[in-house]
Each structure stands twice: as C-alpha cells, then as structure tokens.
C-alpha cells in the first residue's frame, strides 16, 4: 500500500536550519510528483510547491522561494524538505502529499506531517 | 487571503444534508479540476473528491462534489458525528501557476 513517512518533530532556533525527509513506498517514487503544504497551527493548508520526481525539478509557490529547497534522493524514494535562516513565523506543520497529476492539487497521498517549532 | 472562498463554519444535525461552497474564477476552478480535503484535528488531510466529483476507494458515496461555472460544492447526506472535521476545496490556479487551497470549513454535527 502506498505509504509517505515524513521525520519527526523538531526544535531549531531562529537562524538555523531544517531539513524534513518524506520516504515514500508502496509504489514507483519517480511516477508521481511530491507536493508539500503548510499549516500554521490553528490555521488552513498552504500550497507550497513541488518536485518533478522524474527530473528532479523542483517548483515553488510564491512566499517559499530562497529559503526553502526541495529536494530527492531517489535511491530511496525519499523527498526533502530544507527551509533555511529559520523564523519564529515558520513554526508549522508540514506535509508532503503525492500528486497524481501535473498542475494539479490532487494529493492521493499524505505523509503524516512533521512540526517545526521555531523559537529561541 | 485564500484565493478560494470558504465558508467559515457549517453546521448541520445528525442524519442530515450540508453543503459547503467554494468560489473562485476562471483560472482555478473555472478551468481545472476540484478536489475536497477532509482534516480531522491532529492528522494530516485525506482527499475525499477528485476531479470535481469522483469519489476515492474507500470514500462513502455519502460525500459528493459538483461544480458550474467558477464555483464548486461538497454534499454531504446522513450526516453523522464523526463527519465532524474541517473541509478544504483546492485546484489548480494557471494564472499564478500554483495550487491553491480554500480556507477551510468547519463542519459541527449538532
């Protein structure tokens, strides 16, 4: 069965850095695209963008360009989330989602979701 | 501000019909397919429409999705208490080249 398992909770103060895994299973990792959403708790979901699994191209919502990197290691159908220079404001939860098309919003699949706690 | 309209909060008793609405324009719902989310608190989101009305394995057919023109709708008959839980309508938008998400209902059983 198709299965997305993102990385645990995490801490990091402003300033640092972050790095979220989503490994996937349960079918062919490069057939389908990952998008990743954003919640701030307590509010809606957030398109943040995603990565063609087949070419490695990452695409980015406007609002997540220049700290936030997409990223793969299809060796072991795992996608990465990395945001950069912290700030309190990205205090969220985050999830990966398959998408079973191009230029969609069809998410079939979602990971769990990982939250990421900023604060000093 | 989401680029698709929700409303806010619905409410409906148990055994009941509701709807829960989604507006937006020609470049997102007006051309490209509609999905609705369903959230329950603490758990990541589960898709229960594509492709404006098609139902996922799995999904009762008490949930139902239409669209007309620039706006789309999410029925829900016989509700029930567990179907309380926050829904979300998201589709394409090929102005911004991007997906984009409602803000969400909550839907409350009464």
């Not at chain 1, 645990?8 to 062919?28: F, Q, R």
């Not at chain 2, 229960?48 to 008490?62: A, C, H, M, Q, V």
Request: proline share 5%; glycine share 10%.
């Amino acid at each position: 069965q198709v299965q997305l398992v993102q990385s645990g909770s995490e801490l990091k103060k402003p300033g640092a850095s972050v790095k979220i895994s989503c490994k996937a299973s349960g079918y062919s990792f490069t057939r389908s695209p990952v998008d990743w959403v954003r919640q701030v708790p307590g509010q809606g979901l957030e398109w943040m963008g995603w990565i063609d699994t087949s070419t490695e191209n990452p695409t980015y919502a406007r609002g997540f360009t220049g700290r936030f990197v997409f990223s793969l290691d299809t060796s072991i159908s795992t996608a990465y989330l990395q945001i950069n220079s912290l700030e309190p404001a990205d205090t969220a939860i985050y999830y990966c989602a398959r998408d079973a098309g191009y230029s969609s919003s069809h998410f079939d699949f979602w990971g769990q979701g990982t939250l990421v706690t900023v604060s000093s | 501000q989401s680029v698709l309209t929700q409303p806010p909060s619905v409410s409906a008793a148990p055994g009941q019909k509701v709807t829960i609405s989604c507006s937006g324009s020609i470049s997102n719902i007006g051309n490209n397919y509609v999905c609705w989310y369903q959230q329950f608190p603490g758990t990541a989101p589960k898709l229960l429409i594509y492709d404006d009305n098609k139902r996922p394995s799995g999904i009762p057919d008490r949930f139902s999705g239409s669209k007309s023109g620039t706006s789309a709708t999410l029925g829900i008959t016989g509700l029930q208490t567990g179907d309380e839980a926050d829904y979300y309508c998201a589709t394409w938008d090929s102005r911004l080249n991007a997906g984009v998400f409602g803000g969400g209902t909550k839907l409350t059983v009464l």
